[in-house]
Every structure is written in C-alpha cells, then in structure tokens.
C-alpha cells in the first residue's frame, strides 16, 4: 500500500510533463506566425508567417 501514493505522483508528473512538453512543441511552431488582426497600414498581415507577410507588403 505505500507503494500506492509513489506511482500516483509519478505518474502525475509524468502527465504534467508530456502536457508542458506538448505545449511547448506547439508554441515553438508557431513562432513566425503573426496574431490574427493584424494590419500594416491597409494590408491584413494577420495569420501570415513572417516571410509571406513581407512578400504581401512589397508587392
């Protein structure tokens, strides 16, 4: 029985830290990408990687 509250907490932190680990993968990925509403001057940047944001206002 003491054994119990020992995998109880590891597999606790085991959750904890796949979830912080998965949420971390996730907003790494999206590094680039620009907030949705976002706009330069008349131009709707919002949901564009960086590179095609710069692509739109050149042209």
Excluded: F, H
């Excluded at 020992?6 to 998965?22: F, Q, R």
């Excluded at 949901?47 to 050149?58: S, V």
């Amino acid at each position: 029985m003491r054994k119990l509250p020992l995998i109880a907490a590891a597999l606790s932190l085991t959750l904890v830290g796949g979830a912080a680990a998965g949420a971390y993968a996730w907003d790494a990925s999206r590094d680039d990408l620009i907030a949705r509403g976002v706009s330069a001057g008349e131009v709707d940047i919002g949901g564009t990687r960086a590179a095609d944001a710069r692509a739109l206002l050149q042209a």
